[in-house]
């Protein structure tokens, strides 16, 4: 049963990309060719909800999969959602980039710090600045319909920072597949006045 004071939240990575063995991926690639067995993964989310979309291809490719059996309230294509911007490193060699990055502090889980800003893009600590802010908003804005985000990896370890109140050193190195859920649920700011936060943790997977 829905609570009045509480909103659900499904934030979604993006079905597989096309890209090159040994080359990070391009800025805006378009997803593989399917068949995906997307029956498991709509059974989890509702119908009717609010959607917010990353603007980059991939991830409207795969809002385009699931949107025509959940039937969207609402749809807005917001930039804060976007992947963090490898900046001049996307498309390039790994061997080149390692090769950049030899000098520099090394992270177990992830192949760059969370510090590490690319040429002419950004790190993943402005990633979890940048989605702490969006997710603010969130709290500042009461709504009870059900909210649907297709985004990305790095936005998704971001979400977990905030909400979890973990390091982007820890965050940076979780593990997010394609066409997994991350489930949290917002409690009312004017509920919220107890322990443990606005934000809930649900489900991750």
Known sequence: MKHQFITEFYFIRHAPV??????????????????????????????????????????????????????????????RLVEMN????????????????????????????????PPGGESFIALCKRIARWLDDKVAQPVTNPQIIITHAGVISAVLSHILGISPQRAIGVAVANFSVLQTSLMATGRAKDSGGPWQLVSFG
């Open 86 to 117: 490898f900046g001049d490193w996307h498309d390039k060699p790994l061997a080149e980039v390692w090769a950049e990055i030899a000098d520099a502090p090394r992270h177990n889980w992830s192949f760059i710090m969370p510090h590490t800003q």
């Open 18 to 79: 096309v890209k090159r063995e040994g080359y990070l991926p391009p800025h805006d690639p378009p997803i593989k060719e399917g068949p995906f067995d997307l029956a498991p993964l709509k059974n989890r989310l509702p119908k009717n909800a609010d959607w917010y979309i990353s603007p980059l291809l991939r991830a409207r490719q795969t809002a385009d999969l699931l949107m025509a059996d959940l039937v969207p309230r609402s749809v807005i294509f917001d930039e």
